[in-house]
């Protein structure tokens, strides 16, 4: 064993066994006398680097925590202590390719600063300023642990997102390793490709490039603007016209050319304009609502963006050839087979209190004139206080009593003031029809939330521009549509025309269907449709909850 190797490990094990003790700031500069003796003793300077993030709860240097101390310990040690990044005083080619990864962020969702940007940065400009930083073994070792912890982090962030995973989001792959980061760590400083090492962590997914597309577009027209912020209330007054007027002709809803202060009909328009982009009903008014969304700077929506961005690296590394997406916050499902759109419907979602779930199912059939078993959440929050004050409530709603043995029992036997959500031994049966709150059918998956995929009785909603309105399930406008879709493959070539008979007579019957269908209900605030960005109001809060990690 030579005296290079034997001093890492002595290195490596004092570091080791500092774990869990407070450490002081490592040594920020130690000049040698040349350049051939930086090889010498920079691995003296990684060990100490090494030393604090273990003695500090993973923080780093520059006060950025690290990825994964037993990652760099791993890197480091398989390297028997050498810098991964220089030799001889000079820096490896992957080096400037990361650093333009890091300081071009953004692009991809991420922050700059969660990859060290400003230490490295800093870093470069001191090579870049004299002779002397060039022979200073600390700030060699500086940026040699942070380019290696950068490129951990990166990979790791493009393959599986900045946000935690949950027991949704939770992918079946393996995790990126310390010996799969390292690995791919060495073969691109070996290829001298940092830049095809990265992009082979992103997804693939249609959807999930679209958006990318969409967010470089943005940042390049928009990311150095920052417009004026609109009074909250509207004001009819020629001050108030103009500010919105200027709001406006920045981001391409007004044309200037032409337009003069007095023209609310011109004004109006590209009110509506606005408004339709973003998901607002309509009515050419700056309402409260439009002067919020005026009102967010460019850096906000890029936020958003990039939050959905990571959101789709929650998704598996695949998806099936032919699924079925529901995008809450659009209001909107789509059946996509082979990337091509097949099938798509406006639908109603779940309020804010009622909150549709995001979730992972397979489609297994589909129930023509169901009945609906009410869910005793709503028997009793709703119904109960309802019957109560009046037993012919339940004739109106065509409900029906059930008992624990399945048998219909007249309301009128029933002493309803006796029971509540304590005791309670009936079912609220709707009956079947097209008064029925589930409508003419109903699609069904297993989820442990008993929530599905059905029509409604009450279809002028599907109009509304805010369609979180339902107790949790789905509503389906094109539920026809989907239904055709669903049986079209069916080996049976008669199926379809007896679906469509079973409708024309109002049969109650089940079609289980032979190509079941894999369903994703998902939570997408920003997406790229028809060749532009598009945002949707973030109805259940969700993307405020995710801010912080992207901060």
């Given at each position: 064993m030579n005296y290079f190797k034997t001093a890492w490990i002595l290195l490596l094990i004092v570091a080791v066994t500092a774990c869990g003790r407070k450490k002081g700031k490592?040594?920020?500069?130690?000049?040698?006398?040349?350049?051939?003796?930086?090889?010498?003793?920079?691995?003296?300077?990684?060990?100490?680097?090494?030393?604090y993030v273990a003695g500090n709860d993973g923080m780093m240097e520059d006060s950025v925590p690290a990825f994964r101390l037993s990652t760099l310990q791993y890197a480091y040690n398989r390297q028997q202590g050498t810098a991964l990044w220089s030799k001889n005083g000079r820096t490896a080619p992957g080096a400037d390719s990361l650093m333009q990864w890091i300081n071009a962020a953004g692009i991809y969702g991420l922050n700059p600063a969660h990859y060290h940007a400003e230490a490295l940065n800093g870093a470069r400009e001191q090579f870049r300023a004299g002779k002397e930083a060039q022979k200073d073994a600390a700030l060699w070792a500086k940026m040699d642990v942070l380019l290696t912890d950068a490129f951990f982090k990166m990979a790791y962030h493009l393959h599986y997102g900045v946000a935690p995973r949950d027991s949704v989001t939770l992918r079946k792959d393996s995790l990126l390793s310390d010996t799969v980061l390292t690995d791919l760590l060495q073969q691109a400083l070996q290829n001298g490709n940092i830049s095809a090492a990265l992009r082979q962590q992103e997804p693939l997914h249609p959807g999930y490039i679209a958006l990318k597309e969409g967010v470089q577009q943005y940042e390049q027209?928009?990311?150095?603007m920052r417009w004026d912020t609109l009074p909250q209330q509207y004001y009819d007054t020629l001050q108030f016209k103009q500010q919105l007027a200027a709001r406006l002709i920045l981001t391409g809803q007004l044309d200037s050319a032409g337009f003069v202060i007095t023209d609310s009909v011109m004004l109006k328009n590209a009110v509506k304009k606005f408004q339709r982009e973003f998901n607002i009903y309509p009515d050419g008014i700056a309402g409260k609502r439009t002067i919020q969304t005026l009102n967010k700077q460019p850096q906000d929506w890029m936020l958003q963006a990039a939050i959905n961005l990571d959101r789709w690296r929650k998704l598996p590394d695949t998806l099936p050839a032919r699924y079925l997406l529901v995008n809450i916050p659009a209001f909107r499902l789509n059946v996509m087979e082979d990337t091509a759109n097949v099938v798509e419907s406006r639908v109603i979602v779940g309020t804010p209190r009622t909150r549709t779930p995001i979730l992972n199912s397979v489609m297994t059939n589909f129930v023509l004139y169901p009945y609906w078993r009410v869910p005793y959440s709503i028997v009793f929050k709703e119904m109960l206080p309802q019957i109560k004050k009046d037993v012919n409530y339940l004739a109106e709603k065509n409900l029906e009593v059930v008992d624990h043995r399945g048998n219909v029992v007249s309301p009128d036997s029933i002493d309803w003031n006796k029971l509540s959500r304590k005791y309670f031994p009936y079912v609220l049966r709707q009956m079947d029809g097209l008064d029925n709150s589930l409508g003419i059918l109903k699609f069904n998956f297993h989820n442990k939330f008993s929530v599905y995929l059905h029509d409604t009785n009450n279809r002028t909603l599907f109009s509304n521009n805010n369609r979180a309105l339902s107790h949790g399930c789905v509503r389906v406008q094109a539920w026809d549509s989907l239904a055709m879709y669903m049986i079209r493959n069916d080996p049976r070539p008669e199926m379809r025309d007896s679906v469509r008979s079973w409708l024309d007579k109002e049969e109650q019957r089940v079609y289980s269907m032979t190509n079941r269908l894999p369903i994703y209900i998902r939570y997408f605030t920003a997406e790229m449709r028809y060749g532009r960005l598009q945002f949707y109001e973030?109805?259940?809060?969700?993307d405020k909850t995710l801010e912080k990690y992207f901060r």
């Amino acid at each position: 064993m030579n005296y290079f190797k034997t001093a890492w490990i002595l290195l490596l094990i004092v570091a080791v066994t500092a774990c869990g003790r407070k450490k002081g700031k490592p040594r920020q500069q130690e000049i040698v006398k040349t350049i051939r003796q930086l090889d010498e003793v920079v691995p003296a300077q990684i060990s100490e680097r090494l030393e604090y993030v273990a003695g500090n709860d993973g923080m780093m240097e520059d006060s950025v925590p690290a990825f994964r101390l037993s990652t760099l310990q791993y890197a480091y040690n398989r390297q028997q202590g050498t810098a991964l990044w220089s030799k001889n005083g000079r820096t490896a080619p992957g080096a400037d390719s990361l650093m333009q990864w890091i300081n071009a962020a953004g692009i991809y969702g991420l922050n700059p600063a969660h990859y060290h940007a400003e230490a490295l940065n800093g870093a470069r400009e001191q090579f870049r300023a004299g002779k002397e930083a060039q022979k200073d073994a600390a700030l060699w070792a500086k940026m040699d642990v942070l380019l290696t912890d950068a490129f951990f982090k990166m990979a790791y962030h493009l393959h599986y997102g900045v946000a935690p995973r949950d027991s949704v989001t939770l992918r079946k792959d393996s995790l990126l390793s310390d010996t799969v980061l390292t690995d791919l760590l060495q073969q691109a400083l070996q290829n001298g490709n940092i830049s095809a090492a990265l992009r082979q962590q992103e997804p693939l997914h249609p959807g999930y490039i679209a958006l990318k597309e969409g967010v470089q577009q943005y940042e390049q027209q928009f990311g150095d603007m920052r417009w004026d912020t609109l009074p909250q209330q509207y004001y009819d007054t020629l001050q108030f016209k103009q500010q919105l007027a200027a709001r406006l002709i920045l981001t391409g809803q007004l044309d200037s050319a032409g337009f003069v202060i007095t023209d609310s009909v011109m004004l109006k328009n590209a009110v509506k304009k606005f408004q339709r982009e973003f998901n607002i009903y309509p009515d050419g008014i700056a309402g409260k609502r439009t002067i919020q969304t005026l009102n967010k700077q460019p850096q906000d929506w890029m936020l958003q963006a990039a939050i959905n961005l990571d959101r789709w690296r929650k998704l598996p590394d695949t998806l099936p050839a032919r699924y079925l997406l529901v995008n809450i916050p659009a209001f909107r499902l789509n059946v996509m087979e082979d990337t091509a759109n097949v099938v798509e419907s406006r639908v109603i979602v779940g309020t804010p209190r009622t909150r549709t779930p995001i979730l992972n199912s397979v489609m297994t059939n589909f129930v023509l004139y169901p009945y609906w078993r009410v869910p005793y959440s709503i028997v009793f929050k709703e119904m109960l206080p309802q019957i109560k004050k009046d037993v012919n409530y339940l004739a109106e709603k065509n409900l029906e009593v059930v008992d624990h043995r399945g048998n219909v029992v007249s309301p009128d036997s029933i002493d309803w003031n006796k029971l509540s959500r304590k005791y309670f031994p009936y079912v609220l049966r709707q009956m079947d029809g097209l008064d029925n709150s589930l409508g003419i059918l109903k699609f069904n998956f297993h989820n442990k939330f008993s929530v599905y995929l059905h029509d409604t009785n009450n279809r002028t909603l599907f109009s509304n521009n805010n369609r979180a309105l339902s107790h949790g399930c789905v509503r389906v406008q094109a539920w026809d549509s989907l239904a055709m879709y669903m049986i079209r493959n069916d080996p049976r070539p008669e199926m379809r025309d007896s679906v469509r008979s079973w409708l024309d007579k109002e049969e109650q019957r089940v079609y289980s269907m032979t190509n079941r269908l894999p369903i994703y209900i998902r939570y997408f605030t920003a997406e790229m449709r028809y060749g532009r960005l598009q945002f949707y109001e973030d109805v259940y809060g969700e993307d405020k909850t995710l801010e912080k990690y992207f901060r």
